[in-house]
């Protein structure tokens, strides 16, 4: 009887595990085997968020240490359902709605140290199909440090209009732009296939 006990449960979990990968396919390359977690949007923490589809978030091994270059670096990637790129004030609104789930900030919450997240994000390119943006987060590091924290981010945006998905590949980090940590989040880029 035991042993049937196990042989079923083992045989659920391969069945779970096999369709998250089949539901969520990964997005980004990454080579360095970084910490990887996928989400449903809108998450579980932001049901506010308007955009849905999924999100791959790949995490800096160093991402949790405050005294190291990766703290607070990561990337993720959310694939939404659209046809057509979707606009900085979208962006901004959601990656607020994002964060201030994440960290557990109430609506229109204004206690010291806990201030609402900010977001601000400037297009740098567009074309057809593809966009550029640089910006910054403001949010509030409930994990760590327990105050507010700035990120920098780069968004890359690339839409598959065929089927109808913009893929946004947010890269953030409270190092300046021109920090070496850049260069290591920028090897995770969007796998080939993407649109396929």
């Known amino acids: 009887m035991y042993k049937i006990i196990i042989t079923i449960s083992l045989t659920i979990v391969s069945i779970v595990v096999n369709a998250q990968e089949k539901t969520h396919p990964k997005l980004l390359t990454n080579d360095a085997q970084w910490g990887v977690e996928t989400f449903t949007l809108p998450t ?3 049901q506010e968020m308007t955009l849905k ?3 791959e978030a790949i995490f ?3 991402w ?3 005294e190291k270059p ?3 670096s990561y ?3 959310w694939s939404v359902v659209s046809d057509s790129l979707i606009n900085e004030k979208d962006i901004e609104q959601n990656l607020i709605l994002y964060f201030d789930g994440l960290v557990d900030i109430p609506k ?3 206690i010291a140290p806990k201030r609402p997240s900010s977001a601000l994000i400037i297009q740098t390119t567009k074309n057809n199909n593809n966009s550029k943006y640089i910006g910054k987060v403001r949010l509030y590091d409930r994990f760590k440090t327990k105050q507010m924290l700035r990120l920098n981010l780069t968004v890359e945006q690339k839409l598959c209009p065929q089927q109808k998905k913009s893929i946004l590949i947010f890269r953030f980090s409270p190092k ?3 920090h070496d940590i850049w260069k290591q989040l920028n090897t995770l880029i969007l796998r080939d296939t993407i649109c396929n």
Do not use: K, M, Q, R
């Open 75 to 77: 990337v993720f990637t």
């Open 70 to 72: 990766g703290f607070w």
């Open 176 to 178: 300046s732009l021109e």
């Open 64 to 66: 949790s240490n405050i």
């Open 44 to 46: 579980g923490f932001a």
């Open 108 to 110: 229109d919450t204004v």
């Open 60 to 62: 800096h091994p160093d």
């Open 53 to 55: 589809g999924f999100e």
